[in-house]
């Protein structure tokens, strides 16, 4: 495990390649990170870097690391080489520190995760009062405010059961918004919904992006990639493949592996 130097990420930039360098300060940045699950190579070698406000889509068949890249940003999942800063914080391992950085960084999944016993409005503002601290009062009107943003405000006080699954996975993305993230994660959060729920889903995170929100989506939806992205990674057996605008990925790719993905993809 790489130990902790302690040097802000602002350290580093006398070493940047600057063909690579973003023109705006960096939100998410990786270095040389590799994740092993047993003697699988997971993430092999991971350079990435992100910009604040842009929104990277990550494409790539199944297997290809996809969903472990986007759960080692907020150390979901623990890598073995490598560092990864948000903001210019180095990611802690573990602690308070963890946690603190954590709040900063809201997730969305595929399953929805929301407390089933309480009310869609107090799902929303569990995180502001137990971990911001914010008088109750205060987390009623943002919730209030999310949820109203998302489109549901009219849903407040019904429990999960009583929403669909499109409903459901807007109230996760209210909730994560509640946190007031720098960053929002997005592990395939269409890919458990019934067709017609996914539009009314992507919408809200189309949304977020014109709004500039820092985001970093694995996703299956192409049109989505097309429209919301201001990047698209194409990942295959573990490491970043391709590294490009929306525009060049699906008119010109220039592996092998992608195009043979695409076609497939987009046959259907």
Same mark, same amino acid.
């Given at each position: ?133 914010? @008088?109750?009062?205060?987390?009623? =009107? !943002? ?5 109203? +943003? #998302?489109? $549901? /405000?009219?849903? @407040?006080?019904?429990?999960?059961? =009583? !929403? ?5 996975? +807007? #109230?996760? $993305? /209210? ?94």
């Amino acid at each position: 495990m790489t130990q902790n130097t302690g040097k802000d990420l602002r350290a580093f930039d006398s070493d940047r390649d600057a063909t690579h360098a973003p023109t705006k300060p960096s939100m998410i940045s990786m270095r040389n990170v590799n994740k092993f699950f047993g003697d699988f190579h997971a993430l092999k070698e991971i350079n990435l870097e992100i910009p604040k406000g842009e929104v990277v889509i990550v494409l790539g068949p199944s297997g290809s690391g996809k969903s472990t890249l986007c759960r080692t940003i907020n150390r979901l999942e623990t890598i073995e080489e490598g560092e990864i800063f948000i903001d210019g914080v180095r990611l802690p391992e573990e602690g308070k520190a963890l946690a603190q950085l954590r709040s900063d960084v809201g997730m969305v999944f595929q399953s929805f995760n929301l407390f089933p016993h309480m009310t869609i409005q107090d799902n929303v503002m569990l995180g502001p009062t137990k971990v911001r601290k914010m @008088a109750k009062s205060d987390a009623q =009107q !943002l919730a209030l405010s999310l949820l109203k +943003r #998302v489109g $549901i /405000a009219d849903q @407040a006080q019904k429990y999960p059961a =009583q !929403l669909s699954g499109g409903q459901q996975q +807007r #109230v996760a $993305i /209210a909730r994560a918004l509640a946190m007031k993230p720098k960053v929002m994660l997005f592990d395939e959060p269409t890919s458990a919904l019934d067709p017609e729920m996914v539009n009314e889903v992507l919408d809200v995170m189309a949304d977020l992006a014109r709004e500039g929100m820092t985001m970093v989506c694995v996703s299956h939806e192409m049109g989505f990639a097309r429209k919301a992205a201001d990047r698209v990674l194409f990942m295959a057996d573990g490491a970043i493949v391709e590294d490009t605008d929306p525009d060049t990925f699906f008119s010109a790719p220039r592996t092998d592996r992608a195009k043979d993905f695409l076609s497939k993809i987009l046959s259907h």
